[in-house]
């Protein structure tokens, strides 16, 4: 077991932290305050080649490992969530359901577009009434002749106005329960596609979420995604592997707090000392640093486990449930260490603060982590 990155992870991580630190950092807090999309820091992730990392050379795309991806959201999110939140949606939930899933025909059309084509990609999953269960959505597609009809509306989709190409779930048989869900392809250019409301979050303000909305859509036969009545298997597959995403988000979060606080109370005088001097703000550093060491190795470890092909649901989740409430802690301490000025937007604490929460919920709430991880206990 070697506990080291490799040379190349190495130089990818350099990259990505000088780009955060040229690029992300200067329009981070604009970003939160305008809630615009940042369309130039992802064009240049495109030119990068971060978008789209893991898809082979041959689609256009990096041929990196899952670690790589992992690494480019956790640098990115360090400085802005929202950023971290693009790049791992259009990686991981999108680009890499059509790499596992598609057909060659599927992957030679759509990979090369969401890459060197500059597409930003999306995930449709949860819809009003199917949230944790994921299973109870109501979105129909039924055949006729060479193509499905599509009806539905699904919710709080990251990338939903920006994006072009989506991973989506739909109905093929509604008698058969999760049996009758299919996955399907669906391009934002296709008859019958429309962007709902767009999202007003507490949180992550550049990250464009919106709902979508099927009216008898037309999708092509050969638009699905795997086989018919799979796509249920599909969705949480491809959750897995997002998770690991939000995990990294998660664990940028807590590190980018935890690198603020630590040069604020260096800098803070107060009862004749710099607050870093006194015990208790030490110990509770200490805390932010091993539980960002602990998400660390539990990101890189699933991510590993994904790139060596082996079954790492479990591991998924117990990484993104780790982050995510380390996140929320470390932000909350953090900003209590900044007192009255790390309640203010003059300082980034109540932005990492805010933009934390959404760790906890998307992708699966801590709940449903801490479901998935005792299914996969022997318990039962
Ligand atoms: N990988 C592959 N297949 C999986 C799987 C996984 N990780 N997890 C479940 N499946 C398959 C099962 O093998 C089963 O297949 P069969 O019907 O062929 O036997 C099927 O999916 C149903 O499995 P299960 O009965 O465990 O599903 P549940 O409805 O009980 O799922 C949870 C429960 C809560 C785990 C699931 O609904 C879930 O993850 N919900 C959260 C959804 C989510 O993250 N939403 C956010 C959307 S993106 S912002």
């Known amino acids: 077991m070697d506990f080291h990155l490799s040379r190349e992870h190495e130089l990818i991580r350099k990259m990505m932290a000088d780009f955060t630190e040229n690029e992300v950092k200067p329009i981070a807090a604009e970003t939160d305050k305008t809630g615009a999309y940042p369309r130039e820091n992802i064009e240049k992730l495109f030119d990068l080649g971060v978008m789209g990392i893991c898809v082979p050379k041959e689609y256009g795309g990096a041929g990196a490992d899952p670690l790589a991806s992992a690494i480019c959201i956790e640098e990115l999110s360090k400085q802005c969530a929202s950023t971290g939140d693009i790049v791992a949606t259009h990686n991981g939930l999108c680009c890499d359901p059509i790499l596992t899933h598609g057909t060659e025909e599927q992957k030679k059309k759509y990979l090369p577009m969401l890459t060197t084509g500059r597409k930003v990609g999306a995930f449709c999953l949860t819809e009003p009434n199917a949230g944790s269960d994921a299973s109870k959505g109501q979105t129909e597609a039924k055949l006729v002749g060479d193509h499905y009809v599509m009806n539905g509306s699904k919710i709080f989709i990251t990338n939903g106005y920006v994006a072009d190409v989506f991973v989506v779930f739909a109905m093929t048989d509604k008698s058969k329960g999760t049996r009758g869900i299919s996955a399907f392809i669906v391009e934002s250019s296709f008859p ?41 298997g599909i969705a949480m597959q491809t959750l897995d592997g997002g998770r690991i995403g939000i995990a990294a988000q998660a664990l940028g979060i807590a590190e980018g707090a935890l690198n603020e606080a630590k040069e604020y109370t260096k800098g803070r005088v107060q009862f004749g000392r710099p607050i870093a001097a006194f015990q208790n703000t030490q110990f509770t550093l200490a805390d932010m640093e091993l539980g960002c060491q602990a998400g660390k190795l539990l990101t890189y470890r699933a991510a590993v486990m994904k790139g060596n092909g082996e079954r790492y649901t479990k591991e998924a989740a117990e990484a993104k449930l780790f982050c995510s409430e380390h996140a929320m802690k470390t932000t909350t301490k953090a900003l209590q260490m900044f007192g009255g000025y790390g309640y203010t937007k003059d300082y980034p604490m109540e932005r990492m603060m805010r933009d934390a929460k959404i760790t906890e919920i998307y992708e699966g709430t801590s709940e449903v982590q801490r479901i998935v991880i005792s299914a996969n206990m022997g318990l039962r």
């Open 192 to 232: 019958g596609f429309s962007v709902g409301k767009h999202e007003e979050k507490m949180g992550l303000h550049g990250s464009p979420t919106a709902e979508i909305v099927f009216t008898d859509c037309i999708v092509p036969k050969e638009n699905m995604l795997g086989k018919e009545g799979k796509g249920f």
